[in-house]
């Protein structure tokens, strides 16, 4: 059950923490037989995106989600989570080949952005995750996507226009980060738990506003031990919810996740 005395920082915080699973820890546990596939075919390949085929359950599916890591030299090698636009290439290569063969998309959502360095904007950071967007925006094939971290900015979104979105208790989901959020608003970073209160981007507030489709309750001792049962319940839920709508035309699909997406915002006076 979720502590409703929890603020919304400490729940950014939840989020950031290095033990929880990263998508290598989903895969292995929810999944099997995957098959890993690499580079975006025109330049590199971005460890910061993971992708590849897998089965789910007995369902070929395409997986793509954002890798962090656990040690100093992971988060190196991985950028701390935040892909370059080839990572982005990466993930519209695989969400082609998803629709080409009628898989469904199940992607897995950490990250604090996308790495806004000068070579990635060189590379055509914005033109990637745009691009990623649209390709996510015209599938006809189901998108469940879990959020099981951070979600920030484009970064997130991204590999996250989906049909059916959950969140993980402790994830968090927005425009960017508490931090940067204080900083532009009041020019103080250090302001980034009152910035948390006012951004409404814990798993609860989506829910309430109809972003989040589901909350996923976390184990009570957290991920310190094997949590098995939260896995083997995941997974269950999963495999549930792609039968879903797989049971569904692609027009349904595609149009009801542009209707999702295009309602997010929206308010009446």
């Known amino acids: 059950m979720e502590e409703q005395n929890t603020t919304a920082y400490q729940r950014v915080q939840r989020a950031r923490d290095k033990n929880r699973p990263?998508?290598?820890?989903?895969?292995?546990?929810?999944?099997?037989?995957?098959?890993e596939q690499r580079g975006d075919r025109g330049s590199m390949d971005d460890a910061a995106i993971v992708g590849g085929i897998a089965l789910l359950g007995s369902r070929p599916v395409t997986v793509i989600g954002h890798q962090k890591g656990r040690t100093l030299e992971e988060n190196v090698r991985c950028n701390f989570g935040m892909p370059q636009p080839e990572g982005y290439r990466k993930a519209i290569r695989l969400?082609?080949?998803?629709?080409?063969f009628g898989r469904p998309v199940l992607t897995f959502v950490d990250t604090?952005?996308?790495?806004?360095?000068?070579?990635?904007?060189?590379?055509?950071?914005?033109?990637?995750?745009?691009?990623?967007?649209?390709?996510?925006?015209?599938l006809t094939v189901p998108v469940l996507t879990l959020v099981t971290g951070e979600g920030s900015s484009g970064g997130a979104l991204a590999i996250s226009v989906a049909n059916s979105l959950w969140m993980l208790e402790n994830s968090v989901y927005?425009?960017?980060?508490?931090?940067?959020?204080?900083?532009?608003?009041?020019?103080?970073?250090s302001r980034a738990a009152d910035a948390a209160d006012l951004m409404r981007l814990t798993a609860?507030?989506?829910?309430?506003?109809?972003?989040?489709?589901?909350?996923?309750?976390?184990?009570?001792?957290?991920?310190?031990?094997?949590?098995?049962g939260f896995y083997t319940t995941l997974r269950e839920q999963l495999i549930a919810?792609?039968?879903?709508?797989?049971?569904?035309?692609?027009?349904?699909?595609?149009?009801?996740?542009?209707?999702?997406?295009?309602?997010?915002?929206?308010?009446?006076?």
């Open 22 to 35: 990263n998508i290598r820890d989903y895969i292995a546990h929810l999944c099997t037989d995957f098959f």
């Open 95 to 100: 969400m082609e080949q998803a629709e080409k």
């Open 112 to 138: 604090p952005g996308a790495y806004p360095g000068l070579e990635a904007e060189r590379h055509g950071q914005g033109e990637a995750i745009a691009r990623s967007i649209q390709k996510m925006c015209s």
């Open 174 to 189: 927005s425009v960017l980060s508490p931090e940067g959020f204080a900083a532009i608003l009041w020019k103080d970073g």
């Open 204 to 228: 609860a507030d989506l829910l309430d506003c109809g972003v989040a489709d589901r909350i996923l309750p976390e184990p009570e001792e957290g991920f310190t031990g094997d949590c098995i």
């Open 241 to 269: 919810e792609m039968d879903r709508l797989c049971a569904q035309s692609p027009a349904t699909l595609k149009n009801g996740r542009y209707k999702k997406f295009r309602a997010i915002g929206s308010f009446k006076a």
